[in-house]
């Protein structure tokens, strides 16, 4: 089976490096590139063709939300989560009106995490 292609984006790096360690649990998940901000997102979606990026709502330059409809209008097959440690701040009808697969909060259980990559990459085969 093939392995789900994730890519990571979040302006913490330390955050980073923890859900990378902890995606990499999981036999079929794979971090194939990680990036700093929005701009770094839109990039490596179109080099790397993920099949599911994981990305901080809030990031200096350009901002997820901004960088996440980019890259679905450009890379429709790729699903975008954002990832927030504020849920009471976004708007989930905007999100949800504009293509983006969802919002992850950053300290849920990683299981939610896991199914929610797996369906969205189920969706987007």
């Known amino acids: 089976m093939a392995k789900i292609r994730v ?7 330390g955050f980073r490096q923890r859900m990378a360690r902890l995606l990499q649990t999981q036999d079929d998940l794979e971090v ?14 179109g080099t790397l063709r993920p099949d599911v990026i994981l990305m ?22 790729v ?6 440690a ?3 701040a976004l708007d989930k009808d905007k999100i949800s009106r504009s293509g983006i697969a969802g919002l992850l909060i950053k300290d849920m259980p990683a299981a939610e995490i ?7 990459a189920a969706k987007s085969a």
């Open 7 to 13: 890519l990571l984006v979040d302006d913490n790096a």
């Open 32 to 45: 194939i590139g990680e990036g700093a901000d929005g701009s770094d997102a839109v990039t490596l979606a």
């Open 56 to 77: 901080d709502f809030r990031m200096a330059g350009l901002d997820g939300f901004t960088a996440a409809r980019s890259i679905t209008r450009e890379h429709p097959a």
């Open 79 to 84: 699903r975008v989560f954002l990832l927030t």
């Open 86 to 88: 504020y849920p009471g």
């Open 114 to 120: 896991f199914e929610a990559i797996r369906s969205a």
